[in-house]
């Protein structure tokens, strides 16, 4: 990976941890070391009941994948590494946080079930939990704000 590459991803982590800070005041929100594997998302959320839940993958590119990105996500998210639990609760929650370069907005994918998780809403009979979603990620994290206060 190019030493450009590196800097563009540090400033794409830089502004979803910006985001995140906002959407949960109080928080502690930073970016992790990624040198060796996946111990942690790129971006960790301490301090607040959902947040602490994310497994943030972030891209910023000219030609996004979040799909593939969300596959990795969730690859990582069950490896954690070590194993260790990142969290006191049963689940992490995969979301991949994207940005075409050249746009304004940032997007969250993640599945719908993960979705209706961060939302605190009961799947019920829904059947199409595995779908793919894409919305703004700000959209998304005021949705969980209110949610999960």
């Known amino acids: 990976m190019s030493l450009l590459s590196r800097e563009k991803g540090k400033r794409g982590e830089r502004a979803v941890a910006t985001m995140l800070r ?8 930073y970016r992790s070391m990624q040198a060796d594997r996946p111990y ?10 959902i947040g ?9 590119s000219r030609a996004p994948n979040p799909r593939k990105k969300l596959v990795q996500a969730e690859r990582d998210a069950n490896r954690r590494g070590s194993g260790e639990r990142l969290s006191p609760y049963d689940d992490v929650l995969p979301l991949v946080v994207w940005h075409r370069t050249g746009e304004r907005t940032w997007w969250a994918t993640l599945r719908l079930e993960t979705l209706m998780k961060l939302l605190d809403v009961s799947a019920g009979g829904l ?3 595995e779908m793919v979603v ?7 994290l005021s949705q969980v704000a209110k949610a999960a206060p």
């Open 22 to 29: 906002r959407a949960f005041p109080g928080t502690v929100v």
């Open 52 to 60: 602490a839940l994310l497994w943030t993958e972030v891209t910023d």
């Open 134 to 140: 894409t919305m703004p990620f700000t959209d998304l």
């Open 40 to 49: 942690q998302p790129d971006v960790v959320v301490s301090g607040h009941r």
């Open 127 to 129: 059947r199409g939990a």
